[in-house]
């Protein structure tokens, strides 16, 4: 059973057992009203302790039934049944308490929590919004403007804010069960508090609102949930508890039926699934205990910082003393920025920085349990650092290299024992983004990549599986974007007009725009090796702003022009007169926004389907991923191969061979013609 009942004189406790997270599955619903039935029958109860076993209290729904229609009872039932109950009930609350589980613990007359305590409500990161009275309640309970916070944002707050707030009655620092017994022991007759539904909402003019209304646009990025949870907490203080019920119901299941819903639940799960991939399922990962990073610069500070949040101690080994320094100096600002954006106290980054050791000398990594190396994007050089550790750490140390495009394969070819050697490669800035792409090599053993997945949920970033080609999964689809943005200039587009389309389909910023922040050079040496590997680049237009010096905005020129001083963008007669000159006979075409969109992304799922038909990704999911960890790909759209089979598979391959028929892109991938026979990437 999912729930039992025990009895503590006139306290029964109703325990809640139904792993792993205690989620409101069909079965524990009903379980909870049958408890309910029996509690108000029994005349030797008093009162009601409501906790859960295991790690957590209730954490939310249960994920298997996530898209399919609701089942009775249903949740709006059970939490009604719990506040009306004749005997109070005293939610003991520890671990999480989500979605709902948060509601359950609003139905309690009580709520009283375990230190370390997280409470929220994350539907509005699945596309939904509360749907058994979360957004009603709250607000009687603990005020609009918290209650906004929470049903707006997903956020989870801890106990010390939700005490402060009025979300819970009381702290158990002993034992929760024992210490609800004793609170439930002390309320015996006593009037039971007025139920929450009760309760009269707070009353906001409408100023508040309209900015609430302007903050929570802002910040949802064209997902949907957020304005409907804002809009729900609203009606909540505006018409009876009943009324504002079925409103906050009719809204959940109407969201519940969204593609934006869908496509969220989709990353939840591939999400979810990542750091966990079945093919390493029983395989052992080495511990890792310390680790050192060869290369200080901006990379390699990076994945330092991401090492010491995560609590590994690090040794930093550069060529000389020199840049030892520079390198620690490098570390020591990411921490020092940490602690003006208030993200850090001063006191832990100095122990952050504390716990980093520089050194000159390959015998300070004898007993370092992984190294990871991050010098310069060049063979030779990756290859002498990796002679050096094969020869100067411990047999069964993990030696991995960060590179974005050179062959993993080629850079480990001398290291000793090459099963222990892969490729990590981590996304700049390395402490900050949340990608992780995991590369074995041909002789990388099993083991190994384990280790590597293990280090990903240590440094609590999202693995992705992923195969040896030139850019692997993600710069591998860049350089078909970038590609397919010069063919647009070519064909009468402007950098402008394809920026704004971009950020239009919900892109954080331009293809344009972004490499201009990140700076043109570093893509034209990818680009002069790939042509000294016999590979065919294109991209005539950026070819010539590098020749001109025109890098982006650390040259105050790149794709666009920008003052001194100032980052706006603004459109440049230079690259106007380059673009015509290159354009020649070119076949100019009509550009909207939807057109542009779709001359870019399609061309990108296209290749997404040939990375997948190559076995490069093991996963629709893992592209997915890749995109909207590395890329910005907006998670509302599910990610780039979600929004492929969202828009249809075979559309994606008509318009590309229309596209290709003009010279606009390259043909439709023999991977994504296959998948569009099913119009999935799952057959």
Known sequence: MTVTTSYQGPIAVVSIDNPPVNALSKQLRQDLLDAVVRMDADPAVEAVVLSCEGRTFIAGADVKEFGKPPEAPHLPDVVTAIEHAEKPWVGAVHGNVLGGGLEIALGCTYRIAAPKTNFGLPEVKLGIIPGAGGTVRLPRLIGVEAAVDLATSGAVIGTEKAKAVGLIDAVVEGDLREGAVAFAQSIIGLPKPQPISLRAAPQKDGDFWSQAESSVRSKAKREVAPLRALASVRNATEVDFEAAMTFERSTFLDLRASDQAAALRHVFFAERAAPRPPELQGVPAAEILSAAVVGGGTMGAGIVAALRDAGLPVVLIERDAEAAERGLSNVRAIFDGAVKRGRLTAELAADRLAGVQTSTDYGALTDVDLVIEAVFEDLAVKQAVFAKLSGACRADAVLATNTSYLDPNQIGAGVKVPARFLGLHFFSPANVMKLLEIVPTATTSVEAVATGFALARLLGKIPVWAGICDGFIGNRILKVTRAQTERLLLSGATPSAIDAAMRQFGMPMGP????????????????????????????????????????????????????????????????????????????????????????IIFPMISEGAAILDEKVALRAADIDIVEIHGYGFPRWRGGLMHYGESVGLSKVVERLRQ?????????????????????SFDG
């Open 659 to 679: 596209l290709s028929s003009k010279g606009l892109s390259a043909a439709p991938s023999q991977g994504l013609v296959r998948a569009a026979a099913s119009d």
């Open 512 to 599: 344009f725009e972004a490499q201009d922040l990140g700076g043109l050079d570093i893509a034209a040496f990818q680009r002069r090796a790939a042509r000294d590997r016999g590979e065919a680049v294109f991209a005539p237009i950026a070819d010539k702003l590098c020749e001109l010096g025109r890098f982006g905005q650390k040259t105050s020129g790149g794709w666009y022009d920008y003052a001194p001083g100032d980052r706006t963008p603004r459109p440049s007669d230079v690259v106007t007169k380059i673009i015509a000159g290159k354009a020649g006979d070119h076949l100019a075409g009509e550009w909207d926004n939807e057109s542009l969109a779709e001359a």
